[in-house]
């Protein structure tokens, strides 16, 4: 690190399902935590009983980020609205709220001297070109307002590296699951929303023909990642990482998943027309993150699954 370290990390987004994950692992590391965080879909329970500081805010307010950036040496910016459906009904809303705060804390977090800044960027940005897996080197083709603002993130993060703000690593996280994502709006991840309708013995809604695949990463070792995506060195000005399994499943197998390890009998979803801005297929390559940061998920499908099952039931229980 170029500063010296003042032992305090800021989480973007802190209150939110991944980054109250990640708040946890960085105080078990021996860190300091503030977080900010406007809770527009965080949930301050996500933090009770963890030491924490909250300041309450939009970070894509300058004045919010400068408080926010004030003394901290690494920031991880998880503030973002994820949604790739949100983001058409709302697009000024989403640029604000996604690029505005980048830009935001971007800038609050080199004018207080911070020296690295890992993104929460999203695999979105790759859109449907159709070679799998992705590769970090593949051309853009964001198909939606959402992947555009995680693209236009990645550049002026490489830019204010190359001008020797700050140091800038973009995590592209395809698509994470795990206890404490909100099955409570259309809006939420599918795999939040299937475990909700498995255990109410509802039918899913699924998009399209439900053959489009994803590739989902358990949310502690998205929390990994960004631990390790803190620790590197020689990385290069605004390095870019896939973080997945680097597997896919089907949204029709993952609802039949989902229902056998409820204990269910997978039900016949209801079949809706397919979502605009819905990539087909999804699955990366993780060669990148393991090479040059040690990245290794270690949580299997079945496993994360489990647990965030049992979160689910227990919650709403
Ligand atoms: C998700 C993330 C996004 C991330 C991207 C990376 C969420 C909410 N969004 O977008 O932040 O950048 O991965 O790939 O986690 N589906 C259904 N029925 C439903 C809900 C969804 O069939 O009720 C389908 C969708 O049409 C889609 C798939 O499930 O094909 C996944 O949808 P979703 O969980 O919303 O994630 P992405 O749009 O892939």
């Known amino acids: ?4 370290d003042t032992g305090l990390d800021l989480v973007a987004g802190g209150g939110g399902f991944i980054g109250s994950h990640l708040c946890e692992a960085l105080l078990a590391s021996g860190r300091r935590v503030r977080v900010v965080d406007n809770f527009a879909t965080g949930h301050a329970r996500h ?20 408080a926010a950036c004030a ?17 058409f009904e709302f697009p000024e809303q989403a640029l604000q709220a996604n690029h505005g705060t980048t830009v935001a804390l971007i800038e609050a977090g080199a004018a207080a001297g911070a020296s690295r800044l890992v993104f929460s960027s999203s695999s979105a ?27 236009m ?15 800038t690593v973009s995590l592209r996280y395809f ?3 795990g206890p404490r994502q909100d099955p409570g709006s259309p809006y939420s ?16 809604k699924v998009f399209g023909d439900g053959l489009q695949t994803r590739d989902f990463i358990y949310v502690a070792d998205v929390v990994a990642a960004n631990l390790a995506a803190a620790a590197a060195s020689g990385l290069a000005p605004g390095a870019v990482f896939n973080v997945a399994r680097g597997e896919r499943i089907s ?28 990539v087909r297929h999804s699955v990366a390559s993780i060669v990148a993150a393991e090479r040059d940061l040690g990245f290794a998920p270690q949580v299997v499908f079945g496993t994360g699954l489990a647990q965030t099952l049992a979160y689910e039931r227990q919650r709403a229980g």
């Open 189 to 204: 991840g599918v795999i939040s929303l299937f475990c909700r309708w498995a255990l109410d013995g509802v039918p899913a």
């Open 251 to 278: 949204v029709l197998e993952l609802w039949q998943q989902v229902c056998l390890a409820a204990g269910c009998e997978p039900s016949e979803p209801t079949m809706l027309a397919a979502r605009i801005g819905d």
């Open 47 to 66: 933090l009770s009983g963890v030491d924490v500081e909250v300041i309450r805010g939009d970070a894509s307010d300058p004045e919010v980020a400068e």
């Open 175 to 177: 698509n994470v699951y």
């Open 153 to 167: 993130g990645e550049q002026v993060l490489r830019r204010a590296h190359d001008e020797g703000r700050l140091e």
């Open 1 to 4: 690190m170029t500063a010296a």
């Open 125 to 151: 940005i790759y859109g449907d070109d159709p070679a799998l897996p992705k590769t970090e080197d593949m051309p853009p083709a964001p198909q939606s307002p959402y992947a555009e603002h995680k693209w």
């Open 71 to 87: 003394g901290v040496t690494r920031i991880f910016h998880l503030a973002a609205r994820p949604s790739v459906p949100w983001s």
